[in-house]
């Protein structure tokens, strides 16, 4: 039985889908004004573990990730940069796409775009007054009336008298309350508009998500997960409009990644410590940057440094090693192992990741005992188990000489190393072995590992 923390309970729980042996899942994606940063990659990885474990344990996921493609920062944004909004998000659009491939991130299942949606979140709107539940205000904006859901606040536990006792003096007039939010934006001059019975303008952010998961999803789901910055206020007004406009309980589980830091401290462009996906992809192999996620729980703090980067390669290069040289058997032909079975138990604990990749070194270790008791079978069936639970991780799917001759951007090619490697063959062939030292440590100094083996001389980037 898996077990999932539900953000909503604030407590493990067993996972009984709706729909036996089916999963539906939506994930507050981007909002496309600029490149995603470390934050995102973050929430794509975490929640493509969850899909990608969900289906190794045979369930058929519809996987629902959104795409905010209006509003304010978008728009300002767009002016700033002197184009229509939709090159911008278009843009934007195809650079998240090209990041999340690098990572190994799957598409999902559906990606909807807000303005896709138009029609339906109308609809929620208008059902949404008719129950009592929103108005039309004077200045054309039209706001969710709070007080009329009587379990506001349910998922982050924050009380309502709380919220109003903290809001702001200033309060907008046209608000019945501080605590309302808008479901429907009047359109300023000049700003992109859709028509609408009370005048035109662009849907709220918070409507977007509750539109579109239902209409994709239905009206109660199963898994509804995002970042930890969006617990307050946007899942919470998530539910409420949801439940009031259908009357069911919205979401079953609610799922939320912890929180990025950098060097112990917040990630923020004010502090000067604000890295997006592609620049630190400029530095560090796509996989390490995934592994350096996944090695951590997804509801986990997660501490960005030089160091742990570089600690999290030299760790995904002892998995890889483990199989450099061997000839994995077909995974088909291997039975379900001791090993299979306490991954297993480790992911069925809250996707415990951390746990999984312990497994994972274990399973590396006993491929190496087992070639150097010259077990060259039992390596390779072993090997297969390592890739086969690598792979629902999103890891070790490279072959190991791909992996470590990689590119990383440096002076020297794939074709410089090995004329090296040949020049160096040729000096210890005429018994100049302070040449062949010479070029081995110079090779060495410009991060080029050399493995003198039986079979020749293999290289790797360190």
């Known amino acids: 039985m898996i077990r999932i923390h539900n953000s909503l309970t604030r407590q493990k729980e067993d996972f009984r889908p709706i729909e036996p042996g089916k999963v539906r899942m939506y994930v507050c994606g981007m909002t496309v004004y600029d490149y995603c940063h470390l934050g995102h990659a973050r929430v794509l990885v975490a929640f493509d573990v969850v899909s990608r474990y969900l289906r190794h344990r045979g369930y058929d996921v519809h996987y629902v990730r959104n795409i905010t493609d209006i509003d304010d920062k978008i728009l300002r944004r767009?002016?700033?940069?002197?184009?229509?909004?939709?090159?911008?998000?278009?843009?934007?659009?195809d650079a998240m796409h090209e990041d999340e491939a690098r990572l190994g991130v799957a598409s999902p299942t559906e990606e909807p775009r807000a303005t896709g949606y138009i029609a339906e979140i109308l609809e929620m709107i208008s059902t949404l007054i008719?129950?009592?539940?929103?108005?039309?205000?004077?200045?054309?904006?039209?706001?969710f009336s709070v007080s009329s859901f009587a379990d506001y606040g349910k998922l982050s536990n924050k009380k309502l008298e709380d919220l109003l006792a903290g809001a702001r003096v200033?309060?907008?007039?046209?608000?019945q309350s501080p605590a309302d939010f808008a479901l429907w934006k009047a359109a300023k001059p000049g700003e992109v508009s859709w028509p609408s019975p009370w005048g035109d303008?662009?849907?709220g952010w918070h409507i977007e998500c509750s539109a579109m998961a239902t209409r994709c999803l239905g009206d109660t789901f199963d898994i509804h997960g995002g970042g930890p910055d969006l617990l307050f206020p946007h899942h919470e007004n998530e539910i409420a409009q949801s439940e009031c406009a259908t009357g069911h309980r919205f979401v079953n589980t609610w799922m939320h990644a912890g929180a990025i830091r950098v060097n112990?401290?917040?990630?923020?462009?004010?502090?000067?410590?604000?890295?997006?996906?592609r620049e630190i992809l400029e530095r560090y192999p796509a996989?390490?940057?995934?592994?350096?996620?996944?090695?951590?729980?997804?509801?986990?703090q997660v501490d960005y440094s030089e160091e742990n980067l570089a600690e999290a390669g030299r760790t995904l290069n002892r998995l890889y090693q483990a199989l450099r040289g061997v000839e994995a058997a077909a995974s088909s032909d291997v039975a379900e192992t001791d090993f299979d079975r306490l991954f297993q138990e480790r992911m069925d604990d809250d996707f415990n990741t951390a746990g999984a990749i312990a497994v994972l070194?274990?399973?590396?270790?006993?491929?190496n005992q087992q070639r150097r008791d010259g077990d060259d079978r039992a390596a390779r069936q072993t090997a297969a188990v390592l890739i086969r639970l690598g792979g629902v991780l999103g890891l070790l799917q490279q072959d190991p000489e791909a992996y470590f001759q990689?590119?990383?951007?440096?002076?020297?090619?794939?074709?410089?190393?090995?004329?090296?490697?040949?020049?160096?063959?040729?000096?210890?062939k005429a018994r100049d072995f302070a040449e062949a030292d010479r070029i081995r440590d110079a090779l060495l100094d410009q991060g080029i590992v050399l493995d003198d083996t039986r079979d020749g001389t293999t290289w790797r980037r360190a």
Request: hydrophobic share 35%; glycine share 8%; aromatic share 8%.
């Open 361 to 367: 070194h274990a399973v590396a270790n006993e491929i």
């Open 201 to 203: 303008g662009r849907p």
């Open 170 to 175: 200033d309060v907008q007039e046209a608000k």
């Open 130 to 143: 008719e129950g009592g539940h929103a108005y039309a205000a004077d200045n054309g904006d039209v706001y």
């Open 78 to 93: 767009a002016d700033e940069n002197g184009e229509v909004y939709t090159a911008l998000t278009d843009r934007m659009i």
């Open 264 to 277: 112990k401290e917040k990630m923020s462009k004010s502090l000067g410590n604000f890295f997006t996906i």
């Open 406 to 428: 990689a590119d990383t951007g440096g002076e020297l090619t794939a074709d410089d190393i090995e004329q090296q490697i040949q020049a160096r063959a040729d000096a210890r």
């Open 287 to 300: 996989e390490v940057v995934r592994y350096f996620l996944v090695s951590s729980h997804y509801r986990s």
